[in-house]
């Protein structure tokens, strides 16, 4: 099966609509005392992981409607784990990225969904309900959307780095990062004019809107990353793990997204100093 | 001069004016490719600080609205200074709290306006234009606006240090804190549930709202704290500095706000073990 453009439309059509369903569960949850229950500590993420009844009811009503209009497709969510699917499509779905900052009525917490064909993203999409921001990124083209105002999105030209804003979720050893790569990171944010943290995959979003210049993060997994790389090469943006290799091509959940392919080379190379 | 609910009625009602004065200078130029210049740098801050067009606009709006309609009244700014009163009452402003935020794209920062009375702030107020989020704190109550919608506010009930949640604007020592802060910061968000970053003033606002249980900071300047103490006490919660006295008794500009005076005695007597 290929891709064409028209599977490509209706697929984006389908997902801007579960989106809106989720948005439901989601956004009716958000400061709003929320039910916070621990995950089971694994050696990789050792600190407290909350998961919302949001997220799982976000998740449960995305996979409801997949189910119901592609059959065949495949589905890997967060909290439902792998269904499989039959033939080459598969949706990645993370109903609330961010829990963290979800549970501390943060509003960088984002739905994230993304359409994979042969395990190669095709399509993303983040949704922060509560700002009403969305961005959709299809066919080597990324949107914005907030509120009635759509634009095309298009990363900064950022090339030198000492004029770089950064961006990480959590730059602490204990919680993402490792020694190693937390002190790769640190070596990074030193070289930047400013460093946020905190932000999760709305990070990526700024970049393709051209707020930020580079995210650096590690231990994300499949439904972290699934939807970034459509949304940050559609707005020209480059993004790969921290060897400079497709998404998904380490364990370790490293990912380095940057404006502009001269800023991404000077990035991966202080992080590989 | 003493105080008298009217005057304090007729402040809050000029403090949300001119908070709706500021919001034309500083939302226009968000996401705006709006101009950054550095600040000199400083022994105590040597981290690059933004400034922005968006911040100088604001506070001279709001000086030249003060200036008119109280022209007895002092001014302290960040951007231009003090402006000497002649009486017991002074106007603290931070137009753009949280440049960093802002010049990333994310809609964390705030105006901050404070008015106080021989040196104590009797009325505080929390303004995100983008969010249309505003927190006024004035006689003892504190209110919080988002769109149509007002509530009173009140922060969480938590006691319990191991489920709190936790945020600083930045924890490397670099930044704000000092080697000896930033350890101190460290073993405070070991005992909590969940930490958060980059938030600047806007976490207090949470606080007062029970989204977030403490918020631990230094190197606060008195434009920066001024707003904070009406807003969390008013919400029924605790700020002090990090040896639990009024705000503003130390040089080091430290702040401690937690929502229930137990937390807040837990929380100091980890951050000074």
Same mark, same amino acid.
């Given at each position: 099966?290929? /891709?064409?453009? &028209?599977?490509?439309?209706?697929?984006?059509?389908?997902?801007?609509?579960?989106?809106?369903?989720?948005?439901?569960?989601?956004?009716?949850?958000?400061?709003?005392?929320?039910?916070? =229950?621990?995950?089971?500590?694994? =050696?990789?993420?050792?600190?407290?992981? %909350?998961?919302?009844?949001?997220?799982?009811?976000? !998740?449960?009503?995305?996979?409801?409607?997949? +189910?119901?209009?592609?059959?065949?497709?495949?589905?890997?969510?967060?909290?439902?784990?792998?269904?499989? @699917?039959?033939?080459?499509?598969?949706?990645?779905?993370? %109903?609330?990225?961010?829990?963290?900052?979800?549970?501390? @009525?943060?509003?960088?917490?984002?739905?994230?969904?993304?359409?994979?064909?042969?395990?190669?993203?095709?399509?993303?999409?983040?949704?922060? %309900?509560?700002?009403?921001? *969305?961005?959709?990124?299809?066919?080597? &083209? =990324?949107?914005?959307?907030?509120?009635?105002?759509?634009?095309?999105?298009?990363?900064?030209?950022?090339?030198?780095?000492?004029?770089?804003?950064?961006?990480?979720?959590?730059?602490?050893?204990?919680?993402?990062?490792?020694?190693? =790569?937390?002190?790769?990171?640190?070596? $990074?944010?030193?070289?930047?004019?400013?460093?946020?943290?905190?932000?999760?995959?709305?990070?990526?979003? $700024?970049?393709?809107?051209? !707020?930020?210049?580079?995210?650096?993060?590690?231990? /994300?997994?499949?439904?972290?990353?699934?939807?970034?790389? %459509?949304?940050?090469?559609?707005? +020209?943006?480059?993004?790969?793990?921290?060897?400079? !290799? *497709?998404?998904?091509? #380490? #364990? *370790? +959940?490293?990912?380095?997204?940057?404006?502009?392919?001269? $800023?991404? !080379?000077?990035? /991966?190379?202080?992080?590989? &100093?």
């Amino acid at each position: 099966m290929s /891709l064409s453009a &028209q599977q490509i439309e209706e697929f984006g059509e389908f997902a801007l609509r579960i989106s809106d369903a989720a948005r439901v569960e989601t956004l009716g949850r958000f400061r709003n005392g929320v039910a916070v =229950s621990g995950k089971p500590v694994t =050696s990789s993420n050792s600190e407290f992981d %909350p998961v919302t009844e949001a997220d799982r009811e976000a !998740e449960r009503v995305i996979r409801e409607r997949i +189910g119901r209009t592609y059959p065949n497709h495949g589905v890997i969510g967060e909290e439902f784990g792998e269904t499989k @699917g039959n033939g080459p499509w598969c949706w990645v779905l993370d %109903p609330v990225d961010g829990t963290r900052g979800f549970v501390c @009525g943060v509003a960088s917490w984002t739905t994230l969904i993304a359409l994979e064909h042969e395990n190669i993203p095709v399509l993303g999409l983040i949704d922060q %309900p509560y700002l009403d921001e *969305r961005w959709i990124g299809t066919k080597g &083209q =990324s949107k914005f959307r907030h509120g009635a105002v759509t634009v095309k999105c298009q990363t900064s030209g950022v090339t030198d780095i000492s004029t770089a804003r950064v961006a990480t979720t959590d730059p602490r050893p204990e919680s993402y990062f490792g020694e190693a =790569s937390a002190h790769a990171f640190a070596r $990074l944010a030193n070289e930047c004019r400013v460093v946020r943290f905190s932000m999760d995959a709305y990070a990526y979003g $700024l970049l393709a809107l051209g !707020e930020i210049d580079i995210v650096a993060e590690a231990g /994300l997994k499949h439904h972290d990353y699934a939807a970034l790389a %459509p949304i940050v090469e559609g707005a +020209g943006g480059v993004i790969t793990n921290w060897r400079g !290799e *497709r998404l998904g091509s #380490d #364990d *370790r +959940g490293e990912a380095l997204a940057a404006a502009t392919p001269a $800023l991404h !080379e000077t990035a /991966l190379s202080i992080l590989n &100093q």
